[in-house]
Nanobody, 122 residues
Framework: VQLQASGGGVALAGASLRLSCVASGRTLSGYNMGWFRQAPGKEREFVAVISWSGGRTYYADSVKGRFTISKDNAKSTVYLQMNSLEPEDTAVYYC????????????????WGQGTLVTVSS
């Protein structure tokens, strides 16, 4: 499975960006899709995850109410809508796939995209 993330860029604080992650190579049937991020000098951290059906989502407290994860199985694409961006959201964002129950642990994810950089300026 190959995951290709895109949509990163430079934004002002308070603005919005939407990240996309397209899966190719094999079906992701049954896989839950997550987003992680890694800020400069910090560990990679969980952002959000969505179930295969799209019916369940789970967010990190730091983004709850500002970010929305969604997916389009027909397009093999998962999205991360980021609103009310803050400078603290500056990071490389990664999409990843995991099987089974929704997880926020990095080690539980089997497939990873290459990352897309989001820079938020104040």
């Amino acid at each position: 499975v190959q995951l290709q993330a895109s949509g990163g860029g430079v934004a002002l604080a308070g603005a919005s960006l939407r990240l996309s992650c397209v899966a190719s190579g094999r079906t992701l049937s049954g896989y839950n899709m997550g987003w992680f991020r890694q800020a400069p000098g910090k560990e990679r951290e969980f952002v959000a995850v969505i179930s295969w059906s799209g019916g369940r989502t789970y967010y990190a407290d730091s983004v709850k109410g500002r970010f929305t994860i969604s997916k389009d199985n027909a397009k093999s694409t998962v999205y991360l809508q980021m609103n009310s961006l803050e400078p603290e959201d500056t990071a490389v964002y990664y999409c990843a796939a995991t099987y089974g129950v929704l997880k926020s642990v990095e080690s539980a994810y089997s497939y990873w995209g290459q990352g897309t950089l989001v820079t938020v300026s104040s």
